[in-house]
C-alpha cells in the first residue's frame, strides 16, 4: 500500500524558507486522479490545508499562504516538496503530507508528519 | 476562525451514541462532498468517511455520516474508549480559485 513520509530540517530560522519533502512509497506519484497534498496543525489547534500538486505540475494553494508557498513534484524520484517562504514563528508547526483522491479533500493515507519550529 | 464549525468537545459514556456537527456554508458544504477524519492523540489523522457517508474499509459501521444543506454531521454509535480522539470535517470550497477547508476540530472524551 501506498506509504509517505516526510522529511526535512525541524528547526528554521526567522524570514528563511521552510523546506520539506515528502516521498512515496508502495505506489506511483504519476498515478492519475491523486493530488500530492500538504497540511499543516499548529501545536494543540486545528488541521490547515497549505495546498497540492497534480504529477503534471498544475498546483493549489490556500488562499491565505498563497504568497509564500510553492509546492513542486519530483516524478523520477517520486517525491513532491514544499517551501514556505518568509517564516515567522506562527509557521511553527506539524506538517503532514497527503495523498488527495480527487482533489477534494479525501486524504488519505497521511504522512506521520514532522515538527517545523521557527526559532533563531 | 474555522471556516467549518465544529463543537470544540463532546462527550459520552460507552455504548452511547454521539454526534459531532459541522456547519458550513453553500460554498463549501452545501455544493460539495464533507470529509470526516479522526486524529487519536500524537497521530496523524485518519480517514473515517467520505463523500458524506462512506466508509473507507476498515472503518467499522458504528461510525456513520450524514449532509443536509449547508451542514453535515457524524454520528458514533457504541461508543468505545478507543474512539477518545479529535474529529475533524472537511469540505472544498469553491470560493476565490477554490481550496479545502477543515473544520476546527472536535474533541471526544468517553467517560
Known amino acids: 500500500q501506498v506509504q509517505l513520509q516526510e522529511s526535512g530540517p525541524g528547526l528554521v530560522k526567522p524570514s528563511q524558507t521552510l523546506s520539506l519533502t515528502c516521498t512515496v512509497s508502495?505506489?506511483?506519484?504519476?498515478?492519475?486522479?491523486?493530488?500530492w497534498s500538504w497540511i499543516r496543525q499548529h501545536p494543540g489547534k486545528g488541521l490547515e490545508w497549505i495546498g497540492y500538486i497534480y504529477y503534471s505540475g498544475s498546483t493549489y494553494y490556500n488562499p491565505s499562504l498563497k504568497s509564500r508557498v510553492t509546492i513542486s513534484v519530483d516524478t523520477s524520484k517520486n517525491q513532491f516538496s514544499l517551501k514556505l517562504s518568509s517564516v515567522t514563528a506562527a509557521d511553527t508547526a506539524v506538517y503532514y503530507c497527503?495523498?488527495?483522491?480527487?482533489?477534494?479533500?479525501?486524504?488519505?493515507?497521511w504522512g506521520q508528519g514532522t515538527l517545523v519550529t521557527v526559532s533563531s | 476562525q474555522s471556516v467549518l464549525t465544529q463543537p470544540p468537545s463532546a462527550s459520552g459514556t460507552p455504548g452511547q451514541r454521539v454526534t459531532i456537527s459541522c456547519s458550513g456554508s453553500s460554498s463549501n458544504i452545501g455544493s460539495n462532498y464533507v470529509y470526516w477524519y479522526q486524529q487519536l492523540p500524537g497521530t496523524a489523522p485518519k480517514l473515517l468517511i467520505y463523500?458524506?457517508?462512506q466508509r473507507p474499509s476498515g472503518v467499522p459501521d458504528r461510525f456513520s455520516g450524514s449532509k443536509s444543506g449547508t451542514s453535515a454531521s457524524l454520528a458514533i454509535s457504541g461508543l468505545r474508549s478507543e474512539d477518545e480522539a479529535d474529529y475533524y470535517c472537511a469540505a472544498w470550497d469553491d470560493s476565490l480559485s477554490g481550496f479545502v477547508v477543515f473544520g476546527g476540530g472536535t474533541k471526544l472524551t468517553v467517560l
Open positions: 497527503a495523498r488527495d483522491d480527487g482533489g477534494n479533500s479525501r486524504f488519505d493515507p
Open positions: 463523500r458524506n457517508n
Open positions: 508502495g505506489g506511483s506519484i504519476s498515478s492519475g486522479g491523486y493530488y
